[in-house]
C-alpha cells in the first residue's frame, strides 16, 4: 500500500473508528441464553411497507439478482457466494412480502432451520448489520399478523442481548442507525427491564446519530439517496412501533416526526420524474422502498406526503445538490463533497456529474451500483461512470478498496442563480489538484425550456481530458458525419463545439444486473468543451 494513499485515508477518521475496530476484533462476548422478556402489549401497528418476495420455494431465494438454493446448514455461510449476498440472505427480508398459506409455511420452515443452523455467535448471520435487520424484520412479522413461536422469541432475545454488545462504533454511518433501531424494536416489543435497557440504549445513540446523519436540508449525511431511503424507511417504523407501544410521547419520537417529514422532502427533490431515485454515490433500484411507497407510508402515520418540487430551482445547500425544473426537463446536479470525510465508504468520484429526465424519461445517467466487491466494483466507482469530465484518465476523488477513500475532490466557485426564464448553476472542483499544474475543472449549466446547455473547462496543466454523457438504454445516438452533434431520437438533439463519440458505457439500475449502453463522449481540454441537448 502506498504510505500516502494511507495517510490520506485514515487521517480523517474519527478515533472511535481506530480503536473500536481494535475492540470489536479483541473482545468477543459470550451468548447470553437466558430466558426472554415478556412479550409488550402493542395495538395500533400501522401497515408498515410491503418489499417484493425473494422466496420462489422452500429454501430457494433470488438476492440482488442471482438465485440460491439453501437446502444445507452450510450454504447459510457458503464461501462460493459473496458477502453481500449471504448478508441479504440472513436479512429476512421476505418476510416483509405478501404471502399465501404456502409461502408462509416456507417462511417458517426458514426461520427454524436459521436458529437451529446458525449457532448463537457464530456466522455471517450473527455479525451485527445482518443481526439487526433480522430482527427488525422478524419483529415486524409479528406485527403484521404471524404468531411467533416460543423458540422464535427466545432467540430474538439472544440476538437482542449479542447485539448490545457488537455495535458497529467502527464503522458509525447507516451501520450504527440500524443497530440501534434493533435496540429500540426489541426494547419496545419486549418489557421489563432488560428492554428499557436496550430502549434506552438505541434511543441515546439515535438521538444523537440523527442529529449528526440528517443534515439541515433533510439529506442523510452519506449522500446516497438509497441509503436515504433506507433510513427514511427506518425512521417511520420506529415511530409505528412507538405509537403502537404506546411510548409516541416519549422523547425523542415527537421530534423524529419532523425529521421524517424533512428527509420526505429532500426525496421527492432527488427523484426523476420517473418516481425513482436518482444515481449519485451508491445507489440502486431494488434495494430500498420506492419513494411513492415511503410517502405513502409517511400519509398513514400523520405525515404529509412529499411531493416533487415544481418549477425553479431546488437548492439542497447541505446536502450539495441541486435539481433544476423547467418546462419539459428535470436535472439533477452533484455540486457537493462525496459524502462525510470520515465516512466516505458509499461515495463514488462523481463530482459535478448529472443526470436529466425529459418527458418523463431519464436521458443522462450516472452508471449506477451493482456489486460490492472487486474490479466492477472499482470501475462503478470511478469518474469515468458518471456523467462528468475524466482529467488524465484519473478519478476526481482517490477511491480504492471497496470501501475507502483517500484524497477527495472539493468544490470551489459555486453559484446557483436564474437568468430570466434560464436556471443556471456553475461550479468547480479542486479534485485533480494533486497533477501537474493544479488543474482545476468548471461546469456550468444552463436551463431553459427547450434545452440544456454544459460547459466544461479545465483550467491549469495541460492534460487529456474527455467529458462523458452516458445515456439511459431506452435512449439511441446518431451521430452526424461531421462528429459535431447527434440525433437522440424523440425530438431530442445533441450538439458539441468538439467532435463526439460514442463509447460503449453499462448502466448498473440493480445489484447484480448490468446494461449495455452508450456514453457520448468528448475531449474537454485544451479548449473548453460546450455541448447543448435541446427538444
Not at 238 to 253: D, I, K, S, T, V
Not at 329 to 345: F, N
Amino acid at each position: 500500500m502506498k504510505l500516502g494513499r494511507f495517510v490520506r485515508t485514515v487521517a480523517p477518521l474519527r478515533p472511535i473508528q481506530i480503536y473500536g475496530r481494535l475492540i470489536f476484533r479483541l473482545r468477543r462476548p459470550r451468548p447470553n441464553p437466558a430466558a426472554p422478556p415478556e412479550r409488550r402489549s402493542l395495538s395500533g401497528w400501522v401497515p408498515s411497507i410491503v418489499h417484493p418476495d425473494c422466496l420462489s420455494g422452500p429454501g430457494r431465494v433470488t438476492l440482488l439478482n442471482r438465485q440460491g438454493e439453501i437446502d444445507r446448514a452450510e450454504q447459510w455461510n457458503d464461501p462460493g457466494q459473496d458477502k453481500l449476498w449471504l448478508y441479504n440472505l440472513h436479512y429476512f427480508d421476505a418476510l416483509a412480502a405478501p404471502a399465501d398459506n404456502e409461502r408462509q409455511q416456507w417462511r417458517r420452515d426458514l426461520v427454524c432451520r436459521w436458529i437451529e443452523e446458525n449457532p448463537p455467535g457464530e456466522g455471517n448471520g450473527w455479525e451485527p448489520y445482518p443481526a439487526s435487520l433480522r430482527i427488525v424484520n422478524w419483529i415486524k412479522w409479528a406485527l403484521n399478523g404471524a404468531p411467533l413461536e416460543s423458540a422464535w422469541l427466545h432467540s430474538l432475545a439472544v440476538q437482542a442481548r449479542w447485539l448490545e454488545q457488537r455495535l458497529e462504533w467502527h464503522l458509525l454511518g447507516n451501520h450504527l442507525f440500524a443497530n440501534a433501531k434493533a435496540l429500540v424494536f426489541a426494547g419496545l416489543f419486549f418489557e421489563g427491564p432488560e428492554a428499557e435497557r436496550w430502549l434506552a440504549r438505541g434511543l441515546n445513540i439515535l438521538d444523537a446519530e440523527i442529529a449528526e446523519q440528517i443534515l439541515a436540508d433533510g439529506g442523510h449525511f452519506e449522500l446516497s439517496p438509497m441509503y436515504h431511503s433506507i433510513l427514511l424507511e427506518d425512521l417511520l417504523d420506529m415511530l409505528n412501533l412507538a405509537a403502537a407501544a404506546g411510548a409516541a410521547g416519549r422523547a425523542p419520537f415527537p421530534a423524529w416526526r419532523d425529521v421524517a417529514r424533512k428527509m420526505g422532502h429532500w426525496l421527492a427533490a432527488m427523484t426523476h420524474p420517473d418516481g425513482r431515485i436518482a444515481f449519485f454515490n451508491d445507489a440502486a433500484f431494488g434495494v430500498a422502498a420506492e419513494p411513492a411507497a415511503l410517502a405513502a407510508y409517511a400519509e398513514r402515520l400523520g405525515i404529509a406526503r412529499s411531493e416533487p418540487p415544481g418549477e425553479g430551482i431546488t437548492h439542497l445547500a447541505s446536502s450539495g445538490y441541486v435539481r433544476l425544473a423547467r418546462g419539459r426537463a428535470v436535472a439533477l446536479l452533484d455540486v457537493g463533497r462525496i459524502g462525510p470525510d470520515y465516512l466516505p465508504g458509499h461515495a463514488h468520484a462523481d463530482t459535478l456529474s448529472f443526470e436529466l429526465s425529459v418527458d418523463g424519461a431519464r436521458i443522462i445517467v450516472n452508471g449506477g451500483t451493482s456489486t460490492y466487491a472487486g474490479a466492477r466494483r472499482a470501475r462503478e466507482r470511478g469518474t469515468s461512470s458518471h456523467a462528468t469530465v475524466t482529467v488524465a484518465g484519473t478519478d476526481s476523488s482517490e477511491l480504492w478498496s471497496a470501501f475507502r477513500a483517500g484524497r477527495r475532490a472539493r468544490i470551489v466557485e459555486l453559484t446557483v442563480a436564474e437568468d430570466g426564464d434560464a436556471l443556471c448553476v456553475s461550479a468547480g472542483h479542486d479534485g485533480y489538484r494533486f497533477l501537474a499544474g493544479r488543474p482545476r475543472h468548471r461546469r456550468a449549466w444552463r436551463l431553459t425550456r427547450d434545452g440544456l446547455s454544459v460547459v466544461d473547462e479545465i483550467v491549469g496543466g495541460s492534460h487529456r481530458a474527455i467529458a462523458r454523457f452516458p445515456l439511459h438504454p431506452d435512449v439511441a445516438a446518431e451521430i452526424d458525419s461531421d462528429g459535431r452533434g447527434a440525433a437522440l431520437g424523440g425530438g431530442l438533439r445533441w450538439d458539441s463545439s468538439a467532435p463526439l463519440a460514442a463509447e460503449p458505457f453499462e448502466w448498473s439500475p440493480e445489484f447484480g444486473l448490468s446494461v449495455p449502453t452508450l456514453a457520448l463522449s468528448a475531449p474537454a481540454a485544451p479548449a473548453a468543451l460546450t455541448t447543448r441537448l435541446s427538444w
